[in-house]
Structure formats: C-alpha cells, structure tokens
C-alpha cells in the first residue's frame, strides 16, 4: 500500500497520456530544449553538420546518485525515445536522485529516419574499449550477405513478401532459427553498405561519452544509464535487455529489477551483441563511480517469434536496399519508408498508453521503491 501511494504521489497529472510525436527531428529537437530550459548543457554537434546536435539536460538534487534517460542511438527509434524523455521531463518529480537527459545520439540517422549514421554505421556495434573489435569477421554473415543486402534497386512488387518469406524459410531450414538470428544480429564489420555495419573505428559520438564519463560522473557515486530503443520484442511490452547474466553489472541489473524479467543476450534464444553502448558504459564502473547501464526496448512487431522476426528482417533489407541501391518506381520507396518507420515508432495509441505504463512501473525500482 505504501509503495502505491508513493507511485501516486510520484506519477500523478498525465501519466498515461498519449506520447507527444513530432514528425521531424528538428521539431523534436526545440520541443526538447523548450521543456529543459535552464538545465541545459553543452550540446555535442556533428562534425558534418553542426546544426545536427545530441542535447543534454541536468536535473540536479545535490545527490550522488545519477539516472540517465539517453534516446536516439539508433536515429529513427529516437522519435519513441524523445517522446519518453520528455514526457518524464513533464512529469516525473524524482528528489532522490539526480537526472541527466541524453537526446538525440544519432541526430543524422534521426533527422534522415535511419537507424544508423551518416556512414551507415550501427552505433550499438562501434563501443569498444579495444580496438579489434573492428578486426571481427563474421563468417555466418557473409553466407547469406546477398540475401541481408540485395544490390539491386528495390522493387516492392506483389510477390515481394511470398518472395522473402520463402527465401527466409529456406535458410531457417539450412541454419536453423537461432542460429540465423544470432549471425545476423551480433554486427558485423566488413560490409560497409550491409546491415548491422559496426564501422571501422570509434566514432565520435565515443569521445563525447567519455569526456562525459571523466566530467560530469566525476561528483556521482551510482550511475544508472537507461538507453531506450523499440522495435524489438513482443507488441505493447517493455524488454529489459543486457548482454550479459553472470558479470558483476548483470547481477546489479538482475537487483536492481527483481520484479521484472530482464531478457540477457547470453540465455537461450537471446543474442549478445558485439559493440554495445551498454557494454562499454559498464566497463567503466571504478571503486568510485559505479555505473550500471541497460537497454529498455518498446516491442512493436511481435519480433520474437518466427513470423514477426522475418517481417522485421524484411523491413530492415528493404529500407537499406532503397538507401543503397535506389528504387524502381515512387511505390517501392513510399511503402518501404512507411512500414520502416512504423516498425520504430507506431502511432497506435493503445501502444502507446501500454508502454508508458510500463515505463513508470520500471522506473519505480529506481527511486528505492
């Protein structure tokens, strides 16, 4: 009873009102910067286009707790991950710790409705404290590397979707689901133009995170980072995921949300990614500065079963093979940007009202409830 009426008193007004969507990054951008007003920190602009920025804002209760929201990583999910941001920016009223914001990682990718950058680089496949992570082959891609990305321009035609279910079939058959998921989906870092391309070197969005790291986290015993991402996983459901169950920052995770399932990369019929962001933050936890990072992912296509994954496969090959390669007429392009974009951030309200219920249910551990 206790703990509701602390939960009440924490998320009254709004709390299960719509997510505000804005069609652009720009206009989530200033919408963002509206709402952080004088907790504004220095902005980390793109070096191709400093008007492309990754904004942060600091909610200081003079406490040596820090709880960072960061959305944006992958650019086209940072539509749901701003909406959440500032949602909890107009609503949550947390004095048990301090809040940092993290908006917009990937501005070019969020600005374009990509999930990588300008380079066509997965930022969740770059951090690396040890450069030869970009050494890494993957040989079970490369197997099916025509089939991930096609070199012809893109024609969505009436037998396109029978087409790739058949072709996907025939290589669950061959590899087996599991197997075929995890060789996709770990990064790769060969295929430059390929899906899930984890680059050839940090890029710059790592020094600006470490000179977070040596700067801002200096004054904060506990760190929890939360980087929020959606497409993955069950319609309407948060996932909690981490790579990793049996490391000292699994077993904090595992504490941290006793009540909830945590989905860990390296259990059966999971995946561990190479290059996390997650990863990298939880490496550099010290004797003074303890940081816990986790992924929170909104599920839209009922991803973990066979039918859901293909589709969201297919939406994946098409979206890049349209960027890549070009498009056969003006219907490929438009129904390949509609069904991408509504893989990372659905319009449907009951979504919406479902996930950010979630959000405020997961967050509760966080505040010692």
């Not at 500032?86 to 969020?110: C, E, F, T, Y």
């Not at 993955?232 to 049996?246: E, M, R, T």
């Not at 500065?289 to 839209?300: D, K, M, N, P, R």
């Not at 890049?320 to 991408?340: A, L, R």
Request: hydrophobic share 35%.
């Amino acid at each position: 009873m206790k703990r509701l009426f602390i939960l009440i008193y924490l998320f009254s007004t709004t709390v299960f009102a719509d997510l505000s969507y804005f069609n652009t990054y720009e206009e989530n951008k200033t919408e963002f910067l509206k709402l952080a007003g004088e907790h504004i920190l220095p902005a980390w602009p793109l070096k191709i286009d400093p008007k492309l920025t990754t904004d942060l804002a600091l909610y200081q209760n003079n406490s040596k707790r820090l709880i960072v929201f960061s959305s944006g990583l992958h650019g086209i999910e940072g539509y749901v991950g701003s909406s959440i941001q500032r949602h909890l920016m107009q609503n949550i009223k947390i004095k048990s710790a301090d809040i940092l914001m993290v908006h917009s990682m990937n501005p070019w990718g969020m600005k374009h409705k990509r999930r990588v950058n300008e380079s066509n680089i997965d930022l969740n496949r770059n951090f690396s404290i040890n450069q030869k992570i970009f050494e890494n082959k993957n040989p079970d891609y490369l197997k099916i590397n025509q089939f991930l990305n096609p070199s012809e321009k893109l024609n969505i035609g009436v037998m396109h979707n029978l087409g790739f279910l058949f072709q996907s079939v025939k290589l669950i058959l061959t590899y087996g689901m599991e197997s075929l998921r995890k060789s996709i989906l770990i990064g790769q870092y060969t295929e430059k133009n390929g899906l899930y391309f984890g680059g050839n070197q940090p890029t710059e969005l790592q020094t600006h995170i470490n000179d977070l790291i040596k700067t801002t986290f200096l004054k904060y015993q506990s760190i929890i980072w939360i980087d929020l991402h959606t497409g993955y996983g069950q319609k309407n459901k948060l996932h909690i995921l981490s790579n990793d169950s049996k490391t000292e920052s699994g077993q904090r995770i595992s504490k941290l949300f006793k009540n909830q399932s945590i989905d860990f990369g390296d259990q059966k019929n999971f995946y561990k990614s190479t290059g996390d962001l997650c990863d990298y933050l939880n490496s550099k936890t010290s004797t003074d500065h303890q940081i816990t990072a986790v992924v929170f992912e909104y599920g839209t296509m009922d991803s973990q079963n066979t039918l859901g994954s293909i589709e969201s496969l297919r939406r994946m090959v098409i979206e890049n093979q349209g960027f890549q390669n070009g498009y056969i007429n003006k219907k490929s392009e438009q129904e390949s940007k509609i069904k991408f974009a509504d893989m990372f951030f659905p319009r449907d309200q009951d979504w919406q009202t479902s996930i950010l219920k979630q959000t405020h249910e997961f967050i509760g551990p966080l505040l010692g409830l």
